[in-house]
Each structure stands twice: as C-alpha cells, then as structure tokens.
C-alpha cells in the first residue's frame, strides 16, 4: 500500500551506564500517500527516534518501516530527510549544494540545471545559485537545504524541527512555502515540531506522543482547507486541546480520535 506504515516500532537504547532507556513503545502509524503528518510531544519522548527510525538512520529494537510495500532497512533515496540545520556545504555554491545528490547519482547535466532552475523558483532562490551558505540568511539556508532534499524527489521527506533555527517571522513565512509546495506536489510528509501552532497550521494530521516510553497519545485530524488562517477559530481550538493533551500527560491514553 503506498504511503508510510510504521508497524509495532520499538527503541530501547542502553545509556552511558549500561541501563536501558525505553524511547519509544509498540508505535503504529500508517501515513497516506500525499498526506501531512505532524509528531507533536514533550522533549525526550522520542519524536526524533522515531523519525530517525522512519529515515533508516536508527535501527529499531522491534517493528517494522514500510514505504509503500518496501521494508525499510537502511537510508534510501525514496527517503529525503531534512533536519534543524539545513547542513550545507560551507564550501559549495547554492547551486553545488542543491545538485549534490543529482552530481552522485550522475543525472545528466540538462536535467540538472532544468531541475535547478524550478527548484530555485518554488523556494525563492532565484538569483542566489552562485552564492555560498554563509552570503544567505538563515531562512535562505534552509529553503537551500530543502530544496537540495526535494530535487531527488524523494518519495517521502521527513522533516525534524525544520524551522526551529530561525526567527518568528522566517518561520511564518516558510511553513506558508512548505504548505504551497505540499499543495502542489502532495508528496508525502512526516514532520517533526515542538510548536503546536505550526503542527496545527501545517497538518493533515497531528500525532501527540505520550512522555517516554512513548505510545501515540493521541490524533487529530485537521480538515480544514489551505491556506489557513492562523486565527481561525477551529485551529485554535485544536492546538488548544492539543496543549492540555500534553499536559495531562500519559495516564489519559485516548483510545480513539477526539477530533
Ligand atoms: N543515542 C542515545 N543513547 C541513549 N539514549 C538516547 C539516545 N538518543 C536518544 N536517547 C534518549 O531517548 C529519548 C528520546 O530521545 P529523542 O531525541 O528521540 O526525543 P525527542 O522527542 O526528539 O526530544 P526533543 O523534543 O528534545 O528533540 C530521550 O530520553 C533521550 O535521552
Ligand atoms: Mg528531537
């Protein structure tokens, strides 16, 4: 089945002492195909984990990754995976940092600049290709690194705390930009944030995990239509529930969707 199908995950990692620490805890989610997804949860709970788990980057203690019907054993270019820092290379132009994945896998040189071209206009680069990360702003730099992941057009990007190295209204206007790009390519998203807001503004779906071990606590499904207002009454009243989900922490497991 296409989409992202996390099945019965598990992670314990052993710490610095030798003792166990149980991140993670018998985690199923299945992500539809061109669905929005975000994680949501108090620090430490294990969204990162379970992201990185997604990505093939961590191996599980138990469970299974499915992508469509394909097991997940290992990073992948069906995988695009964008972290905090978008981590170019201080040494490479815009335009080299962007083409690094295509100039690996040999694409021919046409494709590449045809691609480039489109990707520096869906994120508003254009004009900075001959540019290096440190001539960019934050903001800049990271739609640099988003773009480098979506021009190998990944079946589905994971994204960790994005846009949580970069000022407020940064912020603002790049979730507009990754909610005009998911319009438009409806590619398949699993998010990572600590900002209820931008989960609830972003969304399809928002999965609220548990304090660790971590189990899904709980899912809100978000219908409303982009773009979003962010004022809008519904919205609001979601991220609100959302806040005072987590903080009444596990003990209150919802066995079924609340909204
Ligand atoms: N390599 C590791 N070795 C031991 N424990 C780890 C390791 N990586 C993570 N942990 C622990 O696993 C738990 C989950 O960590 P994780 O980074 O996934 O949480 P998170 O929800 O992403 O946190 P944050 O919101 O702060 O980013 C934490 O208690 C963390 O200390
Ligand atoms: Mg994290």
Known sequence: MP??????ISKTYIDGAGNPVDAIKEINLDIKDGEFVSIVGPSGCGKS????????LQKQTA????IDDKKVTGPSRDIGVVFQDAALFPWKTIKKNILYGMEISKAPKEEQEEKLKSYLELMNLTGFADKYPSQLSGGMRQRAGIARTLIMNPKVTLMDEPFSAVDHLTRCTLQEELVRIHE????TVLFVTHDINEAVFLSDRVILLSPRPSVIQNEYV???????SRSDDYLV???AKIVADISRGAENVESEYMI
């Open 3 to 8: 989409g992202i199908h996390i099945k019965n």
């Open 222 to 228: 978000i219908k409303t239509k982009h773009p979003r």
């Open 49 to 56: 984990t379970l992201l990185e788990i997604v990505a093939g």
């Open 184 to 187: 438009k390519e409806k590619k």
């Open 63 to 66: 469970g299974e990754v499915y």
């Open 237 to 239: 009243h979601v991220a």
